[in-house]
C-alpha cells in the first residue's frame, strides 16, 4: 500500500448539538445513539439542557426532592450513573458533554419541590406576560433561601462534570423583569433595581462554578440585555439577537404548539365566532375556537430550515476581521417542544451535517468560485464566491444513505433520481423570479 499522508484540522474548536431533554424526555439509549451519530459527524460537544420550567429530569442526591417531584413521571430521569455514563462514553467518541441548568429564568419545575423559591408560578391565563413559554416562574433574586439551594445543587453536580468538560451552562435567558414584582424579595419591575441583584446572583453562581474549575457559559442576554460584568474567562452563547452569529436552529418551521385559546365571553372574538371555527381536541369540555388569522398556526422561528440554508450559514458572517478569533463554534438546536425520541432523528439528519461540515471546514474552504458567476447559494450576488450544491447535494444524499444503512432515520436530501442523472439536470437559476423570462 502506497504512503498516504492526510493532513486536516477543524476550522471551529465548538462544533455542537444543543438537545433540549427537559420539555420532552429522551432514553439514555437515544442520548448514546446520538451521540455514536455525532461523532461519525464530527461534532466535538453535545449540549445538554437538561432541565427547564416544564420538568426537572436531572437526579440531584443532595436535593433528592428535586427530580422526584419535578420530573413528568417516576422513571423518567437520569441519575448520576446516567451522566456519568453519558460522559464516559462520549469521551471514547471524542465528545464533551456539557451540561446546562438554566438560571433564574426558566425554573418554574423547581417549585414541585421547593414553591416558596420560585416566584410569578405558573400565572394562568395571562402566562405570557410572566414568561416566553407555559408555565411561568423563576428563581426569586434576592433570597437568601435561593443562595444556599443553589450552593447545595452546584456542590453536588460540579465534582461529577469536573474532568469530563470543562465548562457548565448557567443559562440566563429570557429573565422576565414582571415576575419580580411578584418577588417579595424585590417587588419591582424597574430594570434598575433588578440589574445590580442579577449581578449579585451572576457574580455569586460564576465563582462557584470557576470553584470547582469550569468555565461558565451563559446565553447572550447577560452581556447584550443587561449589560452585566461578565468575567473575562465566561463563554457567551449568542442566539436571537442581531449580533447573534452561530447558532443554526432545527426545530423550527414545524408548527405552533400552543392551542388557540376560547375567547373570553363578551370579547370581541368570542362574538365574531361561528359555529365553523377550529375545535381543538375531543373532549365534551372542548370549545370552539377562532384560528389566528389567516390559520397562522406558524412557530415564532418559523419558516423551517432545509439542509441547504445550514449549509449557507457562515458563523463567522458579518464579524469583524480581528474580532473573528473570538468566534469559538457554533451549535445547531434541537429544542424539544415538537421533538421527542420518536422524530428526533429525521429533525436532527442529515441537517446536522450540513453544519458539520461547515463547522469543520469554515464557509472559506467550502466556497467555489463558480466559472460564470453564478449564486448557488442564496443571499450571494453574482461574481462572489458561492457553493457548488450539486457536489455538496451528492456528497450529502451519499453520507445520507450511509446513516439509514447504521439505522438512523434521517431525513431525504432528494430523490433518487436526481442523484443518478446530470448535476445540472435538478438545478434551477435561484436568481430569476417565478415566471421571469
Excluded at 275 to 284: E, M, N, R, V
Aim: glycine letters at 6%; charged letters at 25%; a negative charge.
Amino acid at each position: 500500500m502506497a504512503p498516504l499522508e492526510i493532513e486536516d484540522k477543524p476550522r471551529f474548536s465548538h462544533r455542537a448539538v444543543n438537545l433540549d431533554v427537559a420539555r420532552n424526555w429522551y432514553p439514555l439509549s437515544d442520548i448514546l445513539r446520538t451521540v455514536d451519530i455525532m461523532a461519525w459527524n464530527k461534532f466535538n460537544r453535545l449540549h445538554l439542557h437538561v432541565t427547564d420550567s416544564q420538568a426537572w429530569p436531572l437526579e440531584v442526591p443532595a436535593l433528592p426532592e428535586l427530580a422526584r417531584e419535578g420530573a413528568y413521571y417516576k422513571g423518567l430521569t437520569y441519575s448520576p450513573e446516567d451522566i456519568k455514563q453519558l460522559q464516559s462514553f462520549a469521551a471514547l467518541r471524542g465528545i464533551e458533554v456539557v451540561l446546562e441548568v438554566d438560571m433564574p429564568g426558566h425554573t418554574a419545575s423547581i417549585a414541585h419541590a421547593y414553591p416558596d423559591l420560585i416566584t410569578a408560578l405558573d400565572m394562568q391565563p395571562e402566562w405570557k406576560k410572566y414568561a416566553h413559554e407555559p408555565p411561568s416562574g423563576q428563581l426569586k433574586l434576592n433570597s437568601p433561601a435561593v443562595d444556599r439551594f443553589v450552593e447545595r445543587l452546584l456542590e453536588d453536580l460540579l465534582p461529577r462534570l469536573k474532568g469530563h468538560s470543562a465548562f457548565f451552562h448557567t443559562g440566563g435567558d429570557e429573565v422576565n423583569l414582571q415576575s419580580y414584582l411578584l418577588d417579595e424579595t424585590v417587588q419591582s419591575n424597574d430594570r434598575e433595581v433588578i440589574k445590580p441583584l442579577l449581578q449579585k446572583f451572576i457574580d455569586r453562581l460564576h465563582d462557584r462554578v470557576r470553584a470547582h474549575g469550569l468555565t461558565p457559559v451563559v446565553w447572550e442576554e447577560m452581556l447584550l440585555v443587561w449589560d452585566l460584568a461578565l468575567g473575562s474567562d465566561v463563554v457567551v452563547q449568542s442566539w436571537r439577537s442581531k449580533k447573534a452569529v452561530a447558532e443554526i436552529y432545527l426545530d423550527c418551521g414545524h408548527g405552533q404548539w400552543l392551542i388557540p385559546r376560547s375567547p373570553s365571553p363578551g370579547s370581541s372574538a368570542s362574538s365574531s365566532a361561528s359555529a365553523s371555527a377550529s375545535g381543538f381536541g375531543s373532549g365534551s369540555n372542548d370549545t370552539a375556537v377562532t384560528a389566528p388569522p389567516g390559520n397562522d398556526f406558524r412557530d415564532y422561528c418559523s419558516p423551517y430550515k432545509p439542509w441547504q440554508e445550514v449549509y449557507s450559514h457562515d458563523p463567522v458572517a458579518g464579524v469583524d476581521e480581528e474580532r473573528r478569533v473570538q468566534v469559538l463554534g457554533a451549535e445547531v438546536h434541537m429544542w424539544s417542544e415538537l421533538t421527542d425520541d420518536a422524530n428526533l432523528d429525521g429533525k436532527l439528519w442529515p441537517r446536522a451535517s450540513a453544519a458539520a461540515e461547515v463547522l469543520w471546514y469554515g464557509q472559506e474552504r467550502l466556497l467555489d468560485a463558480d466559472a460564470h458567476g453564478h449564486a448557488h447559494a442564496h443571499g450571494r450576488s453574482s461574481g462572489e464566491p458561492s457553493i457548488a450544491f450539486a457536489s455538496v447535494t451528492r456528497r450529502l444524499a451519499e453520507w445520507r444513505q450511509r446513516m439509514v444503512a447504521r439505522g438512523v432515520a434521517a431525513e431525504v436530501v432528494q430523490m433518487a433520481w436526481c442523484t443518478q442523472a446530470e448535476p445540472s439536470s435538478c438545478s434551477m437559476d435561484m436568481t430569476r423570479k417565478p415566471g421571469g423570462a
